[in-house]
């Protein structure tokens, strides 16, 4: 059974640095992985998707990386802005039919 | 596109009542989620449908919760009877199969209380 983590739970930095959040899935079979943005008390907003043939996706700031022999993701956030706080989610599309989801990291950005 | 639509936007309820929530997936999708969001247990995936067929409800914690898909612009996700553990947040999101396997989209959601 597929299993997402991520870390770090919370994580609170100034305005202006650069940030990595950490995704990790137990079962390296998987399609593609999905980087999400859910501020509180609204849904999900997709930041970037990563094909299992792709090493990385950039999006502005944003870059993700994925490696699938260890299993893990990252989130590469440059040069922070307190707009980014927000919770982060990774989800990995499992076998091709769904997706299972890592608990999130809980992002703050202090201006 | 008006992104994937969901209803109501907030639910109040007594234990004991029906609750029906929809869901208006994305024009041309054929991949449709419901998921449930808590504090305690994060975001669960509860049952998807490809080609408005159910493939795997084995995320739906009780036949006291039903899925339907009677067309590929409509869904719904029914609660009966509703007890106050159901409270929660439940998304909605499709995608679609074509052309690979591509990113899902959310709808806002439906926070549901069972009081």
């Known amino acids: 059974k597929q299993e997402v983590t991520q870390i770090p739970a919370a994580l609170s930095v100034p305005e202006g640095e650069n940030l990595v959040l950490n995704c990790s899935f137990t079962d390296s079979a998987i399609y593609n992985l999905q980087w999400f943005r859910q501020d509180p008390g609204k849904g999900l907003t997709s930041l970037l998707l990563i094909q299992s043939s792709q090493r990385e996706q950039t999006s502005g700031r944003l870059n993700a990386s994925l490696d699938k022999s260890s299993g893990r993701s990252t989130l590469y956030i440059a040069a922070s802005q307190p707009g980014d706080s927000a919770t982060y989610l990774c989800a990995v599309d499992n076998y091709g039919q769904n997706f299972v989801f890592g608990p999130g990291t809980r992002l703050s950005v202090l201006p | 596109d008006a992104g994937v639509i969901q209803s109501p936007r907030h639910e109040v309820t007594e234990m004991g009542q029906e609750v029906t929530l929809r869901c208006k997936p994305i024009?041309?999708?054929?991949?449709l989620f419901w998921y449930r969001q808590t504090m305690m247990r994060g975001l669960e995936l509860l049952i998807y449908?490809?080609?408005?067929?159910?493939?795997?409800d084995s995320g739906m914690p009780e036949d006291r919760f039903s899925a339907k898909m009677p067309n590929a612009s409509f869904s719904t996700l029914k609660i009966q009877p509703s007890e106050p553990r159901d409270s929660a947040v439940y998304f909605c999101a499709s995608r679609s199969r074509d052309r690979g396997y591509n990113e899902q989209f959310f709808g806002p959601g439906t926070r549901l209380t069972v009081l």
């Open positions: 449908f490809n080609n408005n067929v159910p493939i795997d």
């Open positions: 024009s041309g999708h054929n991949s």
